[in-house]
């Protein structure tokens, strides 16, 4: 068996949360899920987190600068539009609306 439900009592090991993506670890022989009936998880077997882990991170290491200059050019796209949006435009005005301003 390979599923689990939130409040089970397991073995101890690596339960992945399908909804949160969060990895649980129990520790000792047995452990308690945390969440409730509605909370799902799958077992992860040690053998395969001990060569899913150091892939995970070098994935990560790798796409890292990816991610943050995504980030940023998103954000500076977003000021842009901004700035856009809320520019005032100069129209030119005639005199007699100049001298009405003015007066």
Known sequence: MWTYTGGETVEGGFYWNRGTWHLE???GRTGTL??????????IPTLVMLVLAPVMGGLFVVF???IGFALLFGALG???LEKYRHARVATPHSAEE??????
């Open 34 to 43: 945390p969440g409730d009936r509605a909370t799902r998880y799958i077992w």
């Open 78 to 80: 977003t000021w842009g």
């Open 25 to 27: 670890n129990v520790e």
């Open 64 to 66: 890292l600068p990816f």
């Open 98 to 103: 100049h001298v009405r301003k003015i007066a």
